[in-house]
């Protein structure tokens, strides 16, 4: 092979290990997003679990409140 192909293929070489940490960097930002997303998803199912629950109790109140009147 000729010094001219060499370096270029050790450049694209390069190029290729430098994407790929790019990549594995993007990937485990994208991984730890999906993480806290998903966790904050469980907080907001639990919330709203939490606030129907409230409201149901409110209006079973209420509705005593006025059988009682």
């Given at each position: 092979?000729?010094?001219?192909?060499?370096?270029?293929?050790e450049?694209?070489?390069?190029?290729?290990?430098?994407?790929?940490?790019?990549?594995?960097?993007?990937?485990?930002?994208?991984?730890?997003?999906l993480?806290?997303?998903?966790?904050?998803?469980?907080?907001?199912?639990?919330r709203?679990?939490k606030?129907?629950?409230?409201i149901?109790?409110?209006?079973?109140r209420?509705?005593?409140?006025?059988?009682?009147q």
């Amino acid at each position: 092979m000729s010094d001219k192909l060499v370096k270029t293929l050790e450049s694209k070489v390069g190029d290729l290990i430098d994407l790929s940490t790019e990549l594995k960097l993007e990937n485990q930002a994208l991984k730890k997003r999906l993480t806290d997303l998903q966790h904050e998803k469980r907080e907001l199912l639990e919330r709203q679990r939490k606030s129907g629950d409230y409201i149901e109790r409110s209006i079973s109140r209420l509705k005593a409140l006025e059988s009682n009147q």
